[in-house]
């Protein structure tokens, strides 16, 4: 006779524990993740579990271990490539070790953000990997780290966090390119990003409140204040937050008598509305105006001409975020750290010697 019970009814870690002929709390300590078992007791009773389809009771083992086994994850704008992949590293590192991931998207909205950070502690997620909206409002984070959870910053860190943080490195990235523009001859360069002021106009880089932005901005004004070039603030444009935001900026710009020969674009749904509007007012790539692109959309390699892009580690940010805030929950207790890593500019076709 079939000892499984009916596939209809809650199979329980007694039922489990039945099947793999070991009592119910070393069925429990298996199941749960928590202490030590032979492995070949491990074998038996992860055998039993999936032969009966059993499923946990998530709240019944929280109580039990104290773990919910999730871990929320808060990014800016989940449309953007650039969070999608970061978060096929974060979920590929937390299935691996056992976590699902709960995703809210901020919007770029400190308000969204709080309300976010709010719900998944309410959820008891283990632990927070959050890209904050604005690095000067992050008291609602301070007091998510004071509550024993671990808290990892992904792609923009804090000066008041002291917390894992895992960014590129977006100035260096910033002055590279600035570099090869003015050497091509390059004067009236653009910079363009969805951060905004209130009255939409960028003055000092401490107006940008996304961290990884105003590194690039700082980058990007401190080559050309190198290469002599003033006044260049000017030419950082900033609320381009929609497409067709993004649109009216740059028909603006390039209907202007002191039209741009180049524009940087601070991530690639801003680049493809370069792209697009530049095309549409029939404005030749790279002949009349040179584009580059903060990180390597599919689409970057595919139109005509191809555009240069600084290709960042996107899913190896998503991934090493990931991976200190499971150490952390594992029971790493040093200090905090600080991971910067390497982006690459990818020379395509889109970048040329300035018009005369």
């Known amino acids: 006779m079939d000892q499984n019970p009916p596939r209809s009814t809650s199979v329980t870690v007694a039922d489990v524990a039945r099947k793999a002929g070991v009592s119910k709390a070393t069925a429990a300590r298996v199941l749960g993740g928590y202490g030590t078992v032979s492995d070949p007791v491990r074998d038996a009773v992860t055998a039993a579990a999936r032969a009966l389809d059993y499923r946990p009771n998530e709240l019944a083992r929280s109580m039990t271990t104290g773990r919910s086994g999730t871990i929320g994850v808060v990014v800016g704008d989940i449309e953007n490539p650039f969070f999608s992949l970061a978060m096929r590293g974060i979920t590929d590192v937390a299935r691996q070790a056992g976590f699902t991931v709960i995703l809210i998207n901020s919007g770029e909205d400190v308000a969204v953000e709080k309300a976010a950070i709010r719900t998944l502690l309410a959820k008891r997620v283990d632990g927070l990997i959050v890209s904050p909206a604005k690095e000067s409002n992050?008291?609602?984070?301070?007091?998510?780290?004071?509550?024993?959870?671990?808290l990892a910053l992904l792609d923009r860190g804090s000066e008041t966090l002291d917390v894992d943080t895992v960014i590129a490195d977006d100035r260096h990235a910033a002055e590279g390119i600035t570099r090869r523009l003015i050497a091509l001859g390059h004067r009236r360069i653009a910079y363009i990003t969805a951060c905004d002021t209130p009255d939409h106009v960028?003055?000092?880089?401490?107006?940008?409140?996304?961290?990884?932005?105003r590194r690039r901005v700082e980058g990007f004004l401190g080559v050309c204040r190198e290469a002599g070039l003033?006044?260049?603030?000017?030419?950082?444009?900033v609320g381009a937050i929609t497409p067709d935001h993004t649109r009216g900026i740059v028909s603006a710009m390039l209907q202007s008598s002191e039209r741009p020969t180049a524009i940087i674009a601070s991530d690639s749904v801003i680049g493809l509305e370069v792209f697009k509007t530049s095309r549409a007012a029939g404005i030749a790539i790279p002949d009349e105006l040179s584009l580059v692109s903060f990180h390597d959309a599919d689409w970057t390699s595919v139109t005509s001409p191809p555009v240069t892009v600084v290709r960042q580690p996107v899913y190896r940010l998503g991934e090493t975020a990931a991976k200190l805030l499971v150490e952390r929950l594992n029971g790493y207790e040093a200090s905090a750290r600080r991971v910067v890593l390497q982006t690459e500019l990818i020379e395509r076709a889109s970048v040329a010697d300035a018009p005369a």
């Open 138 to 150: 992050v008291d609602h984070l301070q007091e998510a780290a004071r509550s024993g959870r671990p």
């Open 202 to 213: 960028f003055r000092v880089p401490s107006d940008v409140n996304t961290g990884s932005v």
């Open 230 to 237: 003033q006044g260049m603030e000017g030419w950082v444009r």
